[in-house]
């Protein structure tokens, strides 16, 4: 059976798109549709927090569900540092205004690090210092808290697509050697997907991708096929659910 996925994306994010098809070339039927809203920057000040408000998120959400897919995903980090309670809000907003289940970023890397059990999880982000410090905090009271940490210290949200993936890759090697079961790449906009698969081998530990793992979640939701992906990493071979 045919499956559509929604994914309300940030409008400077140049990563998620082409990853999430090329993702979904190996899944028959399963086709993936974008509704952008306007986000530039990622810091903790009034004008950056304000980038992420419900009443500019759903209108987004109102788009895809014209095109009746089976599920949405806000596909961003946002509730990371503004707090878990905001995603959860948004999901039931979502399903409430469109009939359509929802899910985000941010539950669906929370849940999967359950999912695979991992007790020191190592957080991977391009991000300033002090939204780190805050991610983690909004983690651990997940029950999550970060074992090791590395980031990038950048602020504008177009500058995280051109990290190279070699430099992706350094960081997670870097939280694997401080003893990191599983690495976390939270960022829909950092290429990291791509290197999930070898590095587990590589470091013998989880890497999840905020991308791939968003595309799992909403996949799930859809009713499709988990198993079509399984080349992308461990949590496309795990039957677990996540919420």
Not at 32 to 47: G, K, N, P, Q, W
Not at 65 to 76: F, L, R, S
Request: hydrophobic share 50%.
């Amino acid at each position: 059976m045919r499956k559509r996925l929604g994914m309300i994306t940030p409008s400077s994010n140049s990563v998620l798109e082409p990853v999430t098809c090329t993702m979904l070339a190996g899944a028959p039927g399963v086709t993936a549709h974008f509704s952008r809203f306007r986000v530039t920057e990622i810091a903790l000040d009034a004008a950056a927090l304000s980038q992420f408000d419900a009443s500019v998120m759903l209108p987004a959400a109102d788009l895809l569900a014209d095109a009746k897919v089976d599920a949405i995903a806000w596909n961003g980090t946002s509730a990371s540092w503004l707090g878990i309670g905001r995603d959860r809000s948004l999901c039931e907003a979502i399903t409430a205004r469109t009939g359509i289940p929802a899910t985000t970023s941010t539950l669906a890397c929370i849940d999967a690090a359950r999912a695979l059990g991992a007790k020191r999880v190592g957080l991977v982000s391009p991000y300033t210092h002090d939204v780190q410090r805050r991610i983690s905090d909004v983690w651990a009271e997940e029950g999550v808290a970060p074992h090791a940490e590395r980031h990038l210290g950048l602020r504008d949200n177009f500058s995280f697509g051109e990290v190279a993936p070699a430099t992706i890759a350094g960081m997670i090697r870097d939280v694997a050697a401080e003893g990191a079961d599983a690495a976390v790449i939270l960022c829909t906009n950092l290429a990291g997907a791509a290197l999930a698969a070898s590095l587990e081998q590589e470091l013998n530990i989880a890497v999840l991708d905020s991308v791939a793992v968003s595309l799992r979640r909403t996949l799930a939701l859809a009713g499709g096929d988990i198993a079509a992906l399984a080349e992308w990493g461990r949590i496309f071979q795990t039957s677990a659910v996540i919420k």
